[in-house]
């Protein structure tokens, strides 16, 4: 049936993604200054260090930040909302 295909075609795109997106992290993890927070999941990378007053447990930092997709793509900014946005 037609739902049984649409299934299989998603099932199958996702484990591309899922394969796409555990080789890019792996790869990512080796870049300079990059901060592994959950592995095989979420990972950051510090571009400039800050210069302020070190931030205590339960601070609230400000930071400037770019979200890409894998692909380069920017869906998200600090830029876009203005500035700097709070921790």
């Known amino acids: 049936t037609m739902a049984l295909l649409q299934r299989r075609a998603h099932e199958k795109q996702a484990e ?3 394969k796409a997106a555990e080789e890019f992290l792996l790869k990512n ?3 300079e200054k990059m901060v592994i ?3 095989g999941k979420l ?3 510090v571009l400039q260090d800050g ?4 931030v205590e447990a ?9 979200g890409k ?8 900014s600090s830029a876009d909302v203005g500035g700097p946005i709070n921790m």
């Open 16 to 18: 591309t993604n899922l």
């Open 29 to 31: 993890a080796k870049e």
């Open 37 to 39: 927070v959950e592995p």
């Open 43 to 45: 990972q950051y990378q």
């Open 51 to 54: 210069t302020g007053a070190v």
């Open 58 to 66: 339960h601070g609230n930092p400000q930071i400037n930040y770019v």
């Open 69 to 76: 997709y894998i692909d380069g793509t920017v869906f998200s």
